[in-house]
């Protein structure tokens, strides 16, 4: 079993930066691909960025290529998700997710969720 828990979410405006991280514990954490997937009001989740057990290879859904950095530390066995240039459309409960992925995008792939944490952007 593998425990997660996120921060960092909160109120920002439009253009403004946030970092959101993610606290694991239980099992190994470099066994496991992280990523983020976020969900907004009345729509369904949605892959955001995903990184590999190393840390070598990265991805990321198109909205957010070169506004959102994904990265992992196994010794301390975090992961954050660094936005920049954020728009009103990113607003959404952020959770951050873990698992033996085959298609990282496939939120059903994850094995381990956090509970999310919110992020809004006012326009």
């Known amino acids: 079993q593998v425990q997660l828990v996120e921060s960092g979410g909160g109120l920002v405006q439009a253009g403004g930066s946030l970092r959101v991280s993610c606290a694991a514990s239980?099992?190994?954490?470099?066994?496991?691909?992280m990523g983020w997937l976020r969900q907004a009001p009345g729509k369904e989740r949605e892959f955001v960025a995903a990184?590999?057990?190393?840390?070598?290879?990265?991805w990321y859904e198109d909205s957010v290529k070169g506004r959102f950095t994904i990265s992992r530390d196994n010794a301390k066995k975090t992961g954050n998700l660094q936005m920049n240039s954020l728009k009103p459309e990113d607003t959404a409960v952020y959770y951050c997710?873990?698992?033996?992925?085959?298609?990282?995008?496939?939120?059903?792939?994850?094995?381990?969720w956090g509970q999310g944490t919110q992020v809004t952007v006012s326009s």
């Open positions: 997710a873990a698992g033996t992925i085959s298609h990282y995008s496939d939120a059903g792939d994850y094995d381990y």
């Open positions: 239980g099992r190994v954490f470099s066994s496991y691909a």
């Open positions: 990184i590999s057990r190393s840390g070598v290879y990265t």
